[in-house]
């Protein structure tokens, strides 16, 4: 194998990895990946592949925000608003992530999100609700930038792993060739994630049940009311 043509290739997988810099004006800052089907019994599915006209109508739209929510309720019934939660989970697609007897963890699709909301609200008297959303949209064009490069860089180094002649020349681009696939998983694993966070929401419910007042308090608020009718008569 000639050593110029060796030292080329080796250049190219090495530029390809390299250039990992991101603008918003790259045709591969206009992807994004599909969000995730939810089956009919509450569970997440895998995401569907969609051509990349379809993934850059979407990434179009608006930003990418992986969207949260807490809620504090107290209620009549914790058994029954429970129930309830879990209903509201699966009827909107979502499914219940875990629980306990008045705590709730639930996934719901984003597009979903505040219809769920005012139901759950609708629920009991609200104590305490918080909102946070995480904006992810350069952190998710970055990594689509990276794969393109790491893929290219794997590309190259497979090219000249078929070229390489030496003992020494296979081990060297098997070597780069190992680190490369491995931080192509990593990225991919990534940007999964928040593939998965951008198209479920996550609601927090946690149940408390109203305190109801007993004989004693019951005799003290009438007694009240009727010394305040004889005052004030």
């Known amino acids: 194998m000639r050593a110029g043509t060796w ?13 990992a810099s991101v603008g918003t004006s790259s045709p591969t800052a206009k992807r994004m990946r599909p969000a995730a089907s939810v089956a009919p019994d509450g569970s ?3 995401f569907a592949d969609v051509p990349d006209a379809e993934r850059a109508d979407s990434a179009m739209s608006g930003r990418m925000v992986i969207r949260n929510a807490g809620l504090s309720l107290a209620v009549d019934d ?5 129930d309830a939660v879990v209903a509201l989970a699966a009827s909107s697609g979502g499914f219940v992530l875990s629980s306990s007897r008045t705590s709730y963890t639930i996934k719901v699709p984003s597009t979903g ?3 769920v909301l005012e139901e759950l609200t609708a629920l009991g008297e609200v104590t305490r609700k918080s909102l946070s959303g995480e904006d992810v949209t350069s952190e998710y064009l970055d990594l689509e930038v990276r794969l393109k490069n790491a893929h290219a860089a794997r590309d190259a180094y497979e090219a000249l792993l078929k070229r390489a ?3 020494e020349e296979i081990l060297k681009v098997e070597q780069a060739l190992n680190a490369t696939q491995e931080r192509i998983e990593l990225l991919e694993g990534r940007r999964k994630y928040l593939d998965e966070n951008l198209a479920l929401s996550t609601i927090r419910v946690s149940l408390r049940e109203r305190k109801r007042p007993g004989p004693l308090k019951m005799l003290f608020d009438g007694t009240r009311w009727l010394v305040m009718k004889l005052i004030w008569l």
């Open 44 to 46: 997440a599915s895998g």
């Open 7 to 19: 030292i080329g290739l080796m250049a190219v997988a090495l530029l390809s990895s390299g250039c």
């Open 165 to 167: 002649t030496s003992v």
């Open 78 to 82: 914790i058994d029954a608003a429970g």
């Open 113 to 115: 999100f505040e219809p």
